[in-house]
């Protein structure tokens, strides 16, 4: 009986370390909300200063920012970007992993590693090309512009074609028998069993789309069409910028990848394990 | 074909979505002007704006404001691509870098030379913008540099304010060792993370990376190598607060730490925004460097306003730049009231805001020093690439403080920048 609180022991001190070395990454990863969330009740001079204690100035910066920011608009502006960009992605990018897993062929494997291999391929190397072709058809200054290109995206496919590895194919052959067609199976079948894969890839898109920056940068030309990104970027390069200001409009950026990720955050992490239901 | 079809789709995505997706279209007589900073140069804009549109009704402006790296990267993407129904009317760029989009894109902006008398504005802004004899675009504003100084300080250390008048810098090191030993206060902050004062140095006494031909002029450049220098005899006299960036070197003055600083005249706004230090600073030329063609005006920053050849309100936008900026005194009263900027227009010290005497430095009149300072800023060619050499000179700034040797830090920077530029 003795040997049992002795391995105990002898578990306890790696446990140890084992919370000592989470406690240390999670406050590392923590601390910018933190920093984020006490700054913005700061004036930007003692934000400046480093101070790092709640100070009484957040209803101002609040009021700032609201004040120089169409708010709605800009929201309205980030938020229709982000949701059709991930609605559209997953609709096609899913189809593409599906199409990849499910049908032999010959070229298959050729055409996946094409796929795959503009992984590789940096986006500033595809900005000017893909601007010229967005100027050619007259949609610069568009939000469809942004969506555009980021709907095939070699990422979710390659997420999806694994996640469908384990999608039981007997069900597939049970539904043919059945006599659904291809594309009913897609729908009725595979789509609800996949629910948690969906759901992790609506997670990892929408913050994508929502964070994205260089491209609508690029493409959008006033300022009405900007989404959230752009409008903080602008705040914070002032000549003498209000850090309380970028402070709240970087919390508002935030916001919605957090509400998202909340919302979602069981399927999501049953959907990274690659779990069918 | 496979284009057009691809068109043709885009069209068809568009048309399902127009009245979700909102495209703007640009009609006669709205002139687009991108620039950065909401509180300075877009509002400057929107003043400028305001007073042509009030006599030229027709005319709108939209001022479309992006972050400053961000204008120069819309501004790349779209000259590099040749799409330039993307790009605005006027574009503000950024001095050090105007050669570099001037040279690299011709044809591109607009020379403006017959519409605008140059010689009313500083002649250091006129070159910056000037590529054989064609002036391109419209000078804006000014970094003209002074030395600011702590009376209080000084005085407790036994100087007066003319002790501070046109000295060297070797000067200022013997001061500024009096200063730390009467009063236990450092001379100035010096961020060795960035390469501003250096280059305020050597702009001073008229070199700088480049020569006059733009050939890259570093081993040999006299000013350069006396600004290294300086800045080495202040670092071993130990006359100095350190900082570490930018926010940190602001730290130094605004908290009373130190007794001067040397920077551009945009400073102003952050050192009055100290009020308790109302009545307690000076401000006298720059130390020169005491080297053959030194002088007491340097410059830190500045930018200007430029015209797109392709613009199909090209004139309208050249006239009005013209209109505002080249000959409206009352409008640079108005924005160094509202908005503390320093234009480079020389006729601007004329007005009521020029001669006012400000308590906060104990009723000098120092927009009208500044004015005479402005004038005298040694003009230089600033080439097309002063930010990769400045990162191969800020690389090199910390082997000062290990007492490197200087001629050897000169071959370094020299090497690493040929390295950069090629």
Redesign the interface.
Known sequence: MTAIPASRTGRAVPRVATYVALSVAAFVSVFPFIWMVISSTNTS?DI??GKATFGSAFSNNVANFFA?VDVPLVFWNSA?VAILATLLTIAVSSLAGYGFEMFRSKMRDRLYSLVLLTLMVPFAAL???L???M??????????AIL?PTVASAFIIFYFRQATKAFPTELRDAAKVDGLKEWQIFLYIYVPVMRSTYAAAFVIVFMMNWNNY?WP??VL?????KTIT?VV????????PDFGVVMIGTILATLPTLLVFFVMQRQFVAGMLGSVK | MH?QR??KS??A??LA?TS?????AAFAGEI?VWC?????NVAIMKEAGARYTAKHPETTL?I???????VE??LQ??L????T??L?DIVLIEDYGAQKYLQSFPGAFASMSDTVDYSGFAPYKVKLMTVDDQVYGMPFDSGVTGLYYRKDYLEQAGFKPSDMQDITWDRFIEIGKVVEEKTGKKMLGLDMTDAGFTRILMQSAGQWYFDAEGNLSIENNTALKAALETQQKILKANIHKPAAGW?DW??TF?SGDVATVTSGV?IT??VK?QADQSGKWGVAPLPSLGIEGATHASNLGGSSWYVVESSPEKKEAIDFLNEVYAKDVPFYQDILTTRGAVGSLMAARTGDAYMLADPFFGGEKVWQNFSDWLSKVPPVNYGIFTNEVDTAVTAHLPSLAQGADIATVLKEIQSQAEGQIQ
């Open positions: 001079i400046i200063k120089q229709k900005m000017i090309p601007f010229m072709m100027g050619k058809a007259g949609l610069i200054n568009t939000h469809i555009l260089l940068l690029i030309q006033s300022n009405d069409t752009l970027s602008s705040l914070a390069s002032a000549y003498y | 284009f691809m068109s885009f069209a995505v568009a979505g979700f997706f909102a495209a703007t687009t950065w900073d909401p509180n300075f939209n479309v404001d992006f972050a400053k790296a961000d990267q819309k993407t779209a590099t691509s040749g799409t129904d993307a605005p926010t602001v730290g605004t945009w706004g952050t925004a």
